[in-house]
């Protein structure tokens, strides 16, 4: 066995991680989809959608890591790090647009141990 893995097919996926559907929800909705890779080794995908005033953004970086937040002209509004692939993007969706009420409009100030 050289180490190298056949692919699956979108169905039998699902089958084995139904929590996937949700990144199916977001290719739906015509997000973008980004592999995201640190010599040469994939670390994440990263799902994103751009409206007129803000970006939304997913990063899975394995079955129990998720990131999920929302970034407006003025920085990173709302961020959620969680182990619930559902529930995170399910928390990102949910959020109302810039300016309805409700939605969030502090910018989260990184502290000084936050790396970019």
Known sequence: MTGTREPISAED????????GALVALRD????????????????VAATNTE???TDAVFVFDQHHVLANRLVEDGVV????GSDLVEV???LLSLPAPGEPGAPNLVIRPTSLWIP
Not at 13 to 20: K, V
Not at 30 to 43: I, K, S
Request: proline share 3%.
């Open 89 to 91: 993007v399910n928390d």
């Open 13 to 20: 996926a699902l089958r084995r991680f139904p929590e996937l």
């Open 78 to 81: 709302w961020m959620k790090d």
């Open 52 to 54: 007129e005033r803000y």
């Open 29 to 44: 909705r015509q997000w973008r989809f980004h592999l995201l890779t640190e010599d040469d080794e994939l670390v994440a």
